[in-house]
């Protein structure tokens, strides 16, 4: 008997039953007050997507901090997003539509029309690339806090970007474009094992299906095999790449109208999944002499304005090779704000086309830790050990309970408004579960 006909026959309800009802009220009760609040025409200086990133988070305070009204929004299957806790978060929005749909760019059409907001901020790839397809339509209301459709259209397409890399003289993976499965045979011919399979665009769409893809590690033929497959089957393309295993090294830009208006640096300890992705354990560090250059001259050369991530890493001999591009708030953004560099204000102002701060200078040695991550990769660590580039259990064990003795800032942590670490540990059982549900598990960014 379905929960509908229970409820309608008086008849007593099984347990998951009347959580599935009480949910249904509950979303049911969120998009009712979404809709009353879409009439009252409040005012907003920004509209913040992705409400259940960090990044999104970080933007919210910052703004907040400026004395700018913000509005989050996020999808159904967010609802415990951390900047909903917020005290600077305004007012929160649920959207029903999943993203990526036109659901959900009419849904984000209709926030603006009630907010009346100055400044859009995308920071998933998946809206990034929803707005780049709707651009001309969206920005007829609202500001977007995007780089321009012709260099935005290079730094997501890692193809594109390490082209020109080498062009301009930088260090680039071996890399081999592998469209298809029977392409493999020859590209471990030319690049061998292990190696990195890794999408040219994170974010793939083929009809009604859309989804973000990542990097693989790969060390036998089945796992290339298999990688490419899987990272191929919605129509998109594959780069097979070199194995790179230093230091990861990231340089964060704000660049517009020809100049640098700030430069950062971070270096990544540990990342989530262990050899690439997300960082969980990083510090600020001074512009690297070798790829601070290096990384400036290709946001120029790409004429990449607003804020933007170009990541690098090492060889075993230290010699740095560029990897990608992030054209868009990242997850490791805290680091630079609580180093002094605000880079949501920065990236407001410009979209608004208001003066825009210089900063020239921010504190080094500053350790940030992202606990919920660092849980799941030290226990990614433990399955994966005797993997390329994997700690031993008792070393992974070690750095990470060692960890609590460094002086560490946390990401959602701020005493000021602490709301929303707790929201973050009450979601991060749902979330690590969703995590080892995920295929892929051994990415490599």
Known sequence: MTANRAIAQGTALLPEQEEKVAMRIENKKIIDANSQRSTEQASCDALILDAALRQSLVTLRSLGCHGLRTVALETIDELLAPAFASRWCHQKVVCPAAIGTMEYLTYIEKILTSTGAR???????????????????????????????????????????????????????????????????R????????????????????????SRVASRLVVTVEEARRAVEDLTCLGGTTLFQQFLSGERESLAFLYANGNIHARFAQWAKRTNPPLGGTNVLRASIAIPSDIGEQAERLVREIELEGYSEVEFRRDAAGRPYLMEINPRLTASLELAVRAGIDFPYLLYQWACGEPIDVVQKYQTGIWMRHLGGDVATTLASLRQYGRPGVSTPTKALFDFCTSFFVPMRYDYMDWKDPLPAFTAAIDFPRSLLHQKRKKGTNMHV
Request: charged share 25%.
């Open 119 to 185: 400044v859009l901020i995308p920071s998933s790839d998946g809206t990034v690339a929803l707005l780049r397809e709707h651009r001309e339509r969206i920005e007829q209301q609202v500001h977007i806090a995007m780089a321009k459709e012709p260099a935005l259209a290079i730094a997501v397409n890692k193809e594109r970007t390490l082209t020109i890399a080498k062009r301009l003289g930088m260090a680039v993976p071996l890399s081999i474009p592998v469209e298809s499965v029977s392409a493999v045979e």
């Open 187 to 210: 590209a471990l011919r030319e690049i061998g094992l292990p190696a990195v399979v890794k999408p040219v665009e994170s974010w793939v769409e083929n009809g009604s299906q859309r």
